[in-house]
């Protein structure tokens, strides 16, 4: 895949997300934080007025830590794709 083609996929697969209505597991919105944030090369610490929140946001972000950003676009498009299929 091009490197436009991924780029493309992965908006796609981002704006799929952020119109699904129904609620989705934790795990996988932590899956999915990390590759995100990993794929737009934000390296920021997680923003959460909660504690624990930034605490898996930050744990997702470690067990990610290895891959590429083209890895995380991939990675990312793969989980919306096998995750969301009804939409």
């Known amino acids: 895949m091009t490197e436009e083609a991924l780029n493309k996929a992965f ?3 981002v704006e799929r997300v952020n119109n699904y209505t129904e609620p989705l597991p934790a795990d996988f919105l932590l ?8 794929a737009n ?4 610490n997680p923003g959460s007025r909660k504690p624990l929140i930034n605490a ?6 470690f067990q990610a830590r290895n891959i590429t950003e083209r890895e995380a676009k991939e990675k990312y498009i793969a989980l919306v794709t096998s995750e969301l299929k009804d939409e």
Do not use: G, T
């Not at 899956?31 to 990993?38: C, E, N, P, T, V």
């Not at 898996?56 to 972000?61: D, H, V």
């Open 11 to 13: 908006e796609e697969a």
């Open 31 to 38: 899956r999915l934080y990390a590759y995100y944030k990993i």
């Open 41 to 44: 090369k934000n390296y920021d």
């Open 56 to 61: 898996f946001k930050a744990n997702a972000l």
